[in-house]
T-cell receptor
Framework: GQNIDQPTEMTATEGAIVQINCTYQ??????LFWYQQHAGEAPTFLSY??LDGLEEKGRFSSFLSRSKGYSYLLLKELQMKDSASYLC??????????WGAGTKLIIKP | IAGITQAPTSQILAAGRRMTLRCTQD?????MYWYRQDLGLGLRLIHY???????GKGEVPDGYSVSRANTDDFPLTLASAVPSQTSVYFC?????????????FGPGTRLTVL
């Protein structure tokens, strides 16, 4: 079956760095997405990886290892506004997104 | 303002009633999607459309139907609502079904079926 695993909740301190991990098993693979979702709002796109390696975008970076079925999202210089859920999603062979349940990130001052 | 709109924002519905959730995008995207989001679960795809006039079933299509008469609109209909359809429903769109296209989400409709 298809499965995306990520931690349910993480806590970090303002100004620090946090890494959110995601492991996946899907029927085929056409890329991995990370989305941010603030409480009561819609998900918004953060990153897309289809090749192995690290993609950096400002304070956020995303890493992919296809051989390990593994990705992480790295958030640097954490700000209070980064408190949100982070959703990992894989695109399968039918170009449908399979979503993880999300990681709720709590930032403390 | 470019984006996706959904209506209504929230709705309380009696079981057995028919309900249509509306979704409109003005980005001229070819692909559109309907998801439901439930606590503790990931977003689950209900139906999708890769272009006007065509639709497809996602992971959880039972009890739902869609139509795509034009590029902009993608309504989702619950023919006879049941309490298990209580959820937050998100409409999304992307330029196409291709892998590298990010999906843009509407603000969601919170539906409660009693």
């Amino acid at each position: 079956g298809q499965n995306i695993d990520q931690p349910t909740e993480m806590t970090a301190t303002e100004g620090a760095i946090v890494q959110i991990n995601c492991t996946y098993q899907t029927s085929g693979f056409n890329g991995l997405f990370w989305y941010q979702q603030h409480a009561g709002e819609a998900p918004t796109f953060l990153s897309y990886n289809v090749l192995d390696g690290l993609e950096e975008k400002g304070r956020f970076s995303s890493f992919l290892s296809r051989s390990k079925g593994y990705s992480y999202l790295l958030l640097k210089e954490l700000q209070m506004k980064d408190s949100a859920s982070y959703l990992c999603a894989c695109m399968d062979s039918n170009y449908q997104l399979i979503w993880g349940a999300g990681t709720k990130l709590i930032i403390k001052p | 303002i470019a984006g996706i709109t959904q209506a209504p924002t929230s709705q309380i519905l009696a079981a057995g009633r028919r309900m249509t959730l509306r979704c409109t995008q003005d980005m001229r995207h070819n692909a559109m999607y309907w998801y439901r989001q439930d606590l503790g679960l990931g977003l689950r795809l209900i139906h999708y459309s890769n272009t006007a006039g065509t639709t497809g079933k996602g992971e959880v299509p039972d009890g739902y139907s869609v139509s795509r008469a034009n590029t902009d609109d993608f309504p989702l209909t619950l023919a006879s609502a049941v309490p298990s359809q209580t959820s937050v429903y998100f409409c999304a769109s992307s330029d196409s079904l291709d892998s590298y296209n990010e999906q843009f989400f509407g603000p969601g409709t919170r539906l409660t079926v009693l």
